[in-house]
């Protein structure tokens, strides 16, 4: 509870988890959490919920993220991969078009 016991009837601690009802500190949620205290009366505490469900947003930012991470590192994998076996690659390619080119010995 907050160590100053002064102030209006109905005020809130900075953390918003008690309220002050002009005599002593009053807790502003109930103890399951499920409801707060507005100042008037007892409302359901589903404002607080809601704004935690901001993670769907911020999930698809990081696959999508990810996804583009993998494929530059796929590309970067084949560049890699073709310059340094280039040569041997466009071996083995103009041997099978001379093969299918020649014709067959009897």
Known sequence: MPAAQTG???????????????ASWRPAYSQDRLWRWNGQSWVPAAS???????????AIGLTVGAFAIVLILVVVVVLVILG???GQIANVFSNVAAALNSTPSP
Request: aromatic share 18%; glycine share 28%.
């Open 8 to 22: 209006q009837p109905g005020r809130f601690s900075p953390d918003g988890f008690w309220w002050w009802d002009g």
């Open 48 to 58: 607080a919920r809601a704004r935690s469900g901001g993670g769907v947003g911020l």
């Open 84 to 86: 340094t076996m280039g």
